[in-house]
């Protein structure tokens, strides 16, 4: 086994919540600190696998592998490959900036800080494992943590806001588990010996029931996760009761495990029950793209706002999967790159937001540029990510995920549950880019633009800590918005091994469908 810096970048995160939880509760300053410093070192080891890792060898690198229960085939196994890198890097991303995010937390800061890392290592660990089983086990261990912290340092309705994001992530938690266990029950059987190892489970025939049956468990357990309409209730409320951390978080990576077991899991062992329900799927998520951004405008809390766009923005993503091909599933997982990077610089100025002038309304809320001028023109930056403007990353993933969609395989998809007209289906998303641009602009002008409020003259501008999202968050996505190569072949690498391994099963004419970028 070579240096295990996949273990480190998960237990970087345990280590600073065990030495927070032994420092003085007094002792606030430093207990951030060791925040800050655990989740740096997650941060820079993840930019260091993503720039050393060989795009060209492709496949799982960096791997680590202990055998740990072997009568049951169950490995504590970690490698990391185009799919999941990206993933790694943005988890990174968004926990260092949580952090500064978070920096007036004044309330219980130990507990606070530590659940915080606890619950960042479990998402680390669902994008590095290899195993299935400790891939559960991980997401397991972001779920208490998320309920905690959002109980007892959340806000609007937050003990409503808890309970419906734990009961819907529970539900998913048992489609889930179920998925897994019949998996491997049926792959037992054909192979003779147990194992949870994904390589391995992909090797496995299954026959065209079993898969039909089993993706659709699969889709409605990570659907929720993602979220998928109509599974997406948990998302919006969980996000307005969370404080500005956990809805970061929430949004810009924990949804980004739905879409990504998707396609590492259900995607990869069985295509046939893809193709099957890419209809359904194409379906919920253009009611998600459409239904989420309708809602989006007429909201009246910023939250509720962030939080309706992020329903809507990751029905993209169910477009690219259901589209099935090299291009839109590149250009899935792009989006959930992107829109974590977006939606968590979005929450971390909302929370800085109501840091200051304590209210979220919109209706109240107005002329605040004159007081926080770095906070107008970074909302106003991922405003226009969310649109999809040319120059920022948002725009380079959404338009591999129409054209994708646009050039699918139409004789393909006619094979599924119905039958959909996948060129409509694009079209139709790019009317949620239009919604989109009049909810952004219209929270813009109401929020930020007018003629100054008074009552406001005591908020300050972000400043200090609270700068390091702004400039980090902006800083990510207009590099990978210039330069867009630097991620679409590295996920690339990820995905084209996914859709080689399908092809025999689905014919010939879906390898070719897909184009390098």
């Known amino acids: 086994m070579s240096f295990p810096i996949l273990s480190i970048i998960i237990l970087a995160p345990i280590i600073g919540a065990i030495l927070i939880m032994v420092l003085p509760k007094e002792e606030h300053k430093l207990i951030k600190i060791v925040a800050a410093l655990s989740s740096f070192v997650s941060l820079i080891l993840s930019v260091y696998i993503y720039v050393a890792y060989d795009a060209a060898q492709g496949g799982f690198q960096y791997l680590e592998e202990i055998l740990w229960l072997e009568q049951f085939g169950i490995s504590y196994s970690l490698g990391v ?46 994008f590095a494992a290899r195993d299935l089983f400790w891939f559960f086990i991980f997401y397991e261990l972001v779920v208490i943590p998320t309920y905690v912290i959002i109980i007892v340092w959340g806000s609007t309705r937050k003990e409503y806001g808890a309970m419906k994001l734990t009961l819907y992530h529970a539900i998913s938690s048992a489609f889930i588990l179920i998925s897994i266990i019949s998996t491997y029950i049926y792959a037992s059987n054909q192979l003779g010996f147990g194992t949870f190892d994904i390589q391995t489970l992909a090797t496995v025939q299954y026959d065209p029931f079993f898969q039909k049956t089993i993706f659709l468990l699969m889709l409605i357990g990570f659907g929720i996760l993602v979220p998928m309409w109509p599974m997406h209730t948990w998302a919006p409320d969980g996000h307005v009761a969370s404080p500005a951390a956990v809805s970061m978080l929430l949004a810009g990576v924990v949804m980004k495990m739905g879409g990504y077991g998707l396609i590492r899991a259900a995607l990869f062992f069985f295509p046939e029950g893809a193709i099957f329900w890419a209809p359904l799927i194409a379906v919920f998520c253009i009611i998600n793209v459409l239904y989420g951004a309708l809602i989006a405008m007429v909201q009246k809390d910023l939250k509720y706002v962030i939080g309706y766009s ?15 091909n090299t291009i839109s599933i590149n250009g899935a997982v792009s989006q959930m790159f992107a829109h974590g990077i977006m939606t968590a610089l979005f929450f971390a100025l909302v929370g800085y937001i109501y840091d200051q002038v304590h209210t979220r309304e919109i209706a109240r809320l107005g002329g605040l540029a004159h007081q926080m001028p770095r906070v107008a023109t970074a909302f106003f930056i991922a405003g226009l990510a969310s649109l999809g403007l040319p120059g920022l990353h948002n725009f380079a993933a959404e338009f591999m995920i129409f054209v994708g969609t646009y050039n699918a395989n139409q004789e393909l998809i006619n094979t599924g549950i119905f039958s959909v007209n996948m060129k409509l289906m694009a079209i139709l998303a790019i009317l949620g880019v239009v919604i989109t641009a009049i909810y952004v602009l219209r929270v813009v002008q109401f929020v930020f633009f007018g003629p100054r409020k008074a009552e406001w003259d005591f908020a300050k501008d972000a400043s200090g800590p609270a700068m390091v999202p702004i400039v980090v968050l902006i800083s990510t996505l207009i590099l990978f918005g210039v330069f867009p190569q630097l991620i679409t072949g590295m996920i690339n690498s990820g995905v084209e091994p996914i859709i080689s391994h399908v092809a025999p099963v689905l014919g010939e004419s879906l390898a070719k469908i897909g184009g390098k970028f």
Do not use: C, N, Q
Not at 310 to 316: F, L, Q, R
């Open 81 to 126: 490959d185009g799919l999941s890198i990206p993933m790694m890097l943005l988890t990174g991303l968004v926990i260092f900036t949580a952090i500064f995010a978070s920096w007036t937390v004044d309330t219980r800061v130990k507990e606070f800080f530590a659940f915080l890392l606890v619950m960042v290592a479990g998402i680390f660990g669902v």
């Open 310 to 324: 992020s329903v809507s923005h990751m029905g993209y993503l169910l477009l690219g999967v259901a589209a099935f």
